[in-house]
């Protein structure tokens, strides 16, 4: 779990999803919407990136049950390009969220995220 996090969202090294991903996996996430399949997930993260290109997630607690793993992070980030329809504001950002995987025979079969985005929102001077 930590590897999803250190490789393939901090570092942006796109083999690392296809690596840790189930072909089938599901992605939720309320910042890039819904993905299916590595390469969608990579799409989507793609598109944080580019809005945040130093994003860094900062893993603060990991649980694992079974096949069901929880991470509590903390992201924080630049708002350099476009992100939401908003444009960039050089502003950084920090939001708490926690992520609900599902994992079977080695990779993520299943990604839910739940994290402060309307924090994120308020961050980069959306009025809301």
């Given at each position: 779990m930590l590897r999803f996090y250190e490789e393939a969202l901090n570092a942006g090294r796109e083999e690392a999803f296809t690596e840790l991903l189930?072909?089938?996996?599901?992605?939720f996430n309320p910042a890039t919407g819904t993905a299916r399949g590595p390469e969608g997930v990579l799409?989507?993260?793609r598109?944080?990136?580019?809005?945040f290109?130093?994003?860094?997630?900062?893993?603060?607690?990991?649980?694992?049950?079974?096949?069901?793993?929880a991470a509590r992070f903390t992201l924080r980030g630049t708002h350099r390009?476009?992100?939401r329809g908003?444009?960039?504001?050089g502003r950084t950002v920090e939001i708490g969220?926690?992520?609900h995987y599902?994992?079977?025979?080695?990779?993520?079969?299943?990604?839910?995220?739940?994290?402060?985005?309307?924090?994120l929102l308020r961050q980069i001077g959306v009025e809301l």
């Open positions: 189930a072909p089938d996996v599901a992605y799409a989507a993260i598109g944080l990136r580019a809005a290109p130093d994003l860094r997630y900062t893993v603060e607690e990991l649980i694992a049950e079974g096949d069901r793993v390009g476009p992100f908003r444009a960039a504001t969220g926690s992520t599902r994992v079977a025979g080695g990779k993520l079969t299943e990604v839910r995220v739940f994290a402060d985005f309307l924090g």
